[in-house]
């Protein structure tokens, strides 16, 4: 670190605030917020931090700090929002960018105008949005129209204009659509209250305007008007059927949002659902480009902030998976660990599970080799594997007792299943029950044969069991000079720890990481070949011991009994008749006699 850098660490105060870190060009490369400035800018240069490779590569570039110190860490987050929007810095993590997303508009202008855009101006207009799914904001346009005739022209409506006749109604006005402002027949307070009642629906107040068409019906009714009442329950019908549409959860949540974060190595996924009186009427799910590894919570408190704002949010109620990295004034974060709060989470992470899905099916259209790839990469980023482990070997040990040891051998290329290449093991040199010498032998034969015939070594192998199993398969490598070019590991069962060689101490990944359950697979493939291979054993040891010793009895017939008796329990307990119909009377006596 050159001294002017370290003088400007040291000018730092330990205050709330943000840093910016310029480059050789002079170009802001990151914007982060802290707690205490200098503590935090000082932790990048500290030589015994973990910085992984892309933020030491980040402190490289730098050349100049500087710093603006705030009252409050919520001030500095504000601040370092605005700033990543503005410089948009080459290693600071954005949101995906929602420009396409419509938005439901109500113009500025006397008889405001109602339609949807995908420009959303600064014209003191009032937007409502934006809206991940355009069925909902179609939804919602056709329900406004219907419930109350608004205009649809450009003409411009005022009092003036009016006044002087310069506009005639058109056919949407004899069709009742429109209830012809643009000749004085309908005042501009009229047609306010129309608006109004309007912002609630897409608001999702909808339980305040049914309550307020309820008492004009009833008004209605009792002042003898029975067309302008049937109208309005019409009208009361309409918002029911879009409300029976919309998914309740509790009527009790009544003015609430959600989020929840999934990650992975690359990206972070976040939903967001939108709550009044207990029906979802908003669901977005966006994005995050991980740049230097951000934790989830650094991450959901920038989307939260984000997306709030985004949606002009009011909630006071915020329910969440943990809590944010910062607290914020106006709303209450809520961790629920059970109940329909708890419910909505679980939704949301569902949410989420369909978008990456849906997401990687239209990857694998454009790339067939994306997923590979990803699983790849992923694998070699927990493990963290020198290169790719496109060919994976994984071992397992079966035995009964001590008695038939066997062990089986599978192999995977680019994160599947080579079916042709697996391999059974009889232990040759191991006497009686001991799965550590087992494993030695096998990974001993295994790869003395493969460098013999001159194959290609794997670049992971996996031993299915602890440290004990995996100090064994390691003596082998070591003993064939091969353990700098193989990585090997090994997976406990009860917790899923992984386990290197020579380290006493477990890592754990992540259970939903798709890594975890290619090595779950793996591990399981290996038992299951495994116990195949030991049941035919015992199977074949079995019919020599029990059917085979009977004097003119081969070992075809005795496949045949066990095939249809299905167990040799059944056949001592069979008649002659029944035997007889198997393999002939002669046969058939002798087999009664013996078990008889």
Known sequence: MSEALKNQISALPNRPGIYQYFDEQDEIIYVGKAKKLKNRVSSYFNKNAQLNGKTRLLVKKIVRIEFVETATELDALLLENNLIKQYQPLYNVRLKDDKTFPWICIKKEPFPRIFSTRNKRDDGSEYFGPYASVKLMKTLLDLAWKLYPLRNCNYALSQKNISDGKFKVCLEYHLKNCLGPCEGHQTEEEYTIGIKEIRKIIRGNIKEVKTLLNEKMNQAS????????????????????????????????????????????????????????????QSYTTEIKKKLEEEDKELLTMAVMDIRQKFNSTAKEVILPFKLSTEFPGFEQVIPSRGDKKKLLDMCLRNI???IINQRKQEQIVDPDARKNRILEQIKHDLRLKELPSHIECFDNSNFQGAQPVSACVVFRDAKPSK???????????????????MEEVVQRRYSRLLKEGQSLPQLVIIDGGKGQLSSAYKSLVRLGIEQKIAVIGIAKRLEEIYFPLDSIPIYIDKRSESLKV??????????FGITHHRSKRRKANLKTDLTNIEGIGRKTAELLLQKFKSVKNIKEANIEQLTAVVGK??????FSYFN
């Open 586 to 591: 002669k046969k058939a006596e002798t087999i």
């Open 420 to 438: 042709k290449e697996y391999r059974h093991f009889n232990i040759k040199t191991v006497e009686g029950p001991n799965d550590f010498a087992s």
């Open 519 to 528: 090595i779950q697979h793996l591990r399981n493939e290996a038992h299951r």
């Open 353 to 355: 599970k369909y978008h």
């Open 222 to 281: 009792e002042e003898l008007e029975f067309e302008s009442a049937q109208q309005i329950k019409d009208k009361i019908a309409l918002l029911d059927r879009y409300q029976s549409s919309s998914v309740v959860v509790n009527p009790g949540i009544k003015n609430a949002e959600v989020f929840h974060l999934q990650s992975d190595m690359k990206n972070s996924y976040i939903n967001y659902l939108n709550i009044i009186d207990g029906a979802i009427i």
